[in-house]
């Protein structure tokens, strides 16, 4: 097994959500020979149905999908290993990546999949209020179906304000829940927005979120949409040699997806953009198909 783990592959994909799992797909009917380094923890296994994925118009459940492109991968010959990656060096032949427990793999070439994790609220019971969809992470992705119904926005003032005018497209019914003081209420011009008092705590109570407030008042919503940031494993990158932007993020040549070190391609939330499956799984087909032309050339017997 040690000596199959050093054999370096063609391509080791780090995170095993869509991202990943497309670009494995995709290697192994190129016939590259491609590892998948997966944590288990995609943001996409904390939806409870995406209805905007191609292709499933009844709409399907986060796990569901990830079950189904890791068989499709897998299918055309991706092998996998559950891994939290740590560490990512540039090596003579390539690259050496390192998990937690001090495993290591080579690969000629990798492509970074490993997402962001979202910030939960300090609330009990968070994921299962996720899970039913009182709570939700991504109004591009699902604040069709809470049109007209009454919403809460929880998070830092400018962070809750940035996302006031796209919500109003879905509901007239939008509160602003503010970790932190008000800012310049000019910002909500035309809104029509709610602004509760700040600094109250979120609570579940099985069925909806509620915002408690000084003296105990409760207010309660349909959902809420908490906007308290993601942490990113765009580290990795920086590891290998990538300069990462003021930010802290990978920049990459939106034409091939490479990070500026050779053989290193990131895709999916990893990325700075429009965090979505379908953007997620396009640029893991551009950054397949361009590692493979850069590989040897590898003609069949």
Same mark, same amino acid.
């Given at each position: 097994?040690? &000596?199959?783990?050093?054999?370096?592959?063609?391509?080791?994909?780090? !995170?095993?959500?869509?991202? /990943?799992?497309?670009? &494995?797909?995709?290697?192994?009917?190129?016939? @590259?020979?491609?590892?998948?380094?997966?944590?288990?923890?995609?943001?996409?296994?904390?939806?409870?149905?995406?209805?905007?994925?191609?292709?499933?118009?009844?709409g399907?459940?986060?796990?569901?999908?990830?079950?189904?492109?890791?068989? =499709?991968?897998?299918?055309h !010959?991706?092998?996998?290993?559950?891994?939290?990656?740590?560490?990512?060096?540039?090596?003579? !032949?390539g690259?050496e990546?390192?998990?937690?427990?001090?495993?290591?793999?080579?690969?000629?070439?990798?492509?970074?999949?490993?997402?962001?994790?979202?910030?939960?609220? &300090?609330?009990?019971?968070?994921?299962?209020a996720?899970?039913?969809g009182?709570?939700?992470?991504? *109004?591009?992705?699902?604040?069709?179906?809470?049109?007209?119904?009454d919403?809460?926005?929880?998070?830092?003032?400018?962070?809750?304000?940035?996302?006031?005018?796209?919500?109003?497209?879905y509901?007239?019914?939008?509160?602003?829940? *503010?970790t932190?003081?008000?800012?310049? *209420?000019?910002?909500?011009?035309?809104?029509?927005?709610?602004?509760?008092?700040?600094?109250? @705590?979120?609570?579940?109570? !099985?069925?909806?979120?509620?915002?408690?407030?000084?003296?105990?008042?409760?207010?309660?919503?349909?959902?809420?949409?908490?906007?308290?940031g993601?942490?990113?494993?765009? /580290?990795?990158?920086?590891?290998?040699?990538?300069?990462?932007?003021?930010?802290?993020?990978i920049?990459?040549d939106?034409?091939?997806?490479?990070?500026?070190?050779?053989g290193?391609?990131?895709?999916?939330?990893v990325?700075?953009?429009l965090? =979505?499956?379908?953007?997620?799984?396009?640029?893991?087909?551009? &950054?397949?198909?361009?590692?493979?032309?850069?590989? *040897?050339?590898?003609p069949?017997?």
């Open positions: 097994m040690d &000596a199959a783990r050093n054999a370096p592959v063609d391509v080791l994909v780090i !995170g095993g959500g869509p991202a /990943g799992l497309t670009a &494995a797909t995709y290697l192994g009917r190129l016939h @590259r020979r491609c590892l998948v380094l997966d944590a288990g923890d995609s943001r996409a296994r904390w939806i409870p149905e995406t209805n905007n994925c191609p292709g499933f118009p009844q399907i459940a986060g796990t569901a999908l990830l079950a189904r492109m890791r068989e =499709q991968a897998a299918v !010959g991706a092998a996998f290993e559950q891994a939290t990656v740590t560490s990512l060096r540039r090596t003579a !032949g690259f990546v390192q998990d937690e427990s001090g495993r290591r793999w080579h690969g000629h070439a990798v492509i970074l999949a490993s997402g962001l994790s979202d910030r939960l609220p &300090a609330m009990a019971h968070g994921e299962e996720v899970a039913c009182a709570l939700r992470l991504c *109004p591009v992705c699902d604040a069709y179906e809470v049109t007209d119904r919403i809460g926005l929880f998070g830092p003032w400018d962070a809750i304000v940035a996302h006031t005018r796209f919500l109003r497209g509901s007239a019914r939008l509160s602003l829940l *503010p932190d003081a008000h800012g310049d *209420p000019a910002a909500l011009e035309g809104m029509a927005a709610r602004v509760l008092p700040a600094g109250g @705590r979120l609570l579940f109570d !099985g069925r909806r979120c509620g915002y408690v407030v000084e003296g105990d008042d409760c207010f309660w919503f349909d959902t809420v949409y908490p906007f308290l993601c942490d990113s494993s765009a /580290g990795l990158a920086a590891q290998a040699g990538v300069v990462l932007t003021d930010t802290g993020e920049p990459v939106r034409s091939h997806q490479t990070t500026g070190v050779p290193l391609y990131a895709v999916g939330d990325v700075s953009g965090n =979505q499956i379908s953007v997620a799984v396009g640029q893991a087909a551009v &950054a397949a198909l361009d590692v493979h032309a850069r590989l *040897p050339f590898a069949r017997a």
